[in-house]
């Protein structure tokens, strides 16, 4: 339905505990918007906040849809080449230092059992 | 890198204003956890609460990607048949009342212009 739609983490953690949302992520939100909607592309690319998608220590993570495409450690400045590169030339940007997405899988999946684990603590499972 | 990734509108608003989170999102979000969880699937799916994506008054709104496929008005009773046939059979679920695809993406499209229009009186763009 749309060409692309950008999460960007905005979770928030208590005081000296990492995350997106202690590392700029409203900014990188504010960057994507602002990018987005300068090009004119507000009707085909949907820019959205995501609570915590693990690799807090990480931030800010975004995450591109459809191509499933995870970038870490985001600043505002570089904003601008993502969505030039990935969102309008279509090209996801590689030349970063992103973890390898084996790394990568692992920590998101390590996120999750993690809460599998409070759930199954809390009696939810 | 991941199978799927299920994003849950958890966003609230004031009072009388209609929102996901108004209208039951964190027992939407729960219950995917605990299917995923419950199927065993934590490394493959991914499940995420994010902020508003449009719609207010049709939430609790899902939006499951690669297949970019929307669900509103999302029940938690009806979680375990949207895992068991679009996570699981790989059949989005089709057999719902969601608004026809061209209505969704422009009630979308009208939520990211009211944005746009708000950074705009705001000086940042």
Partial sequence: MFKNHIFICSETKPPMVPSCG???????????RKE??????EKEVVVTSSGCIGMCSR????V???????????????????VKEHIIDGKPVE???DPPSDVLKNEVSMFQERIKMMMQDAGKL
Same sequence: chains 1, 2.
């Fill in 22 to 32: 202690g590392t700029g992520s409203a900014e990188v939100l504010d960057a994507f």
């Fill in 64 to 82: 591109i849809y459809p191509e499933g495409k995870w970038y870490t450690v985001v600043k505002p400045e570089e904003v601008q080449k993502i």
């Fill in 59 to 62: 931030g800010a993570n975004v």
């Fill in 95 to 97: 030349d970063r230092n």
């Fill in 36 to 41: 987005i909607f300068n090009s004119g592309l």
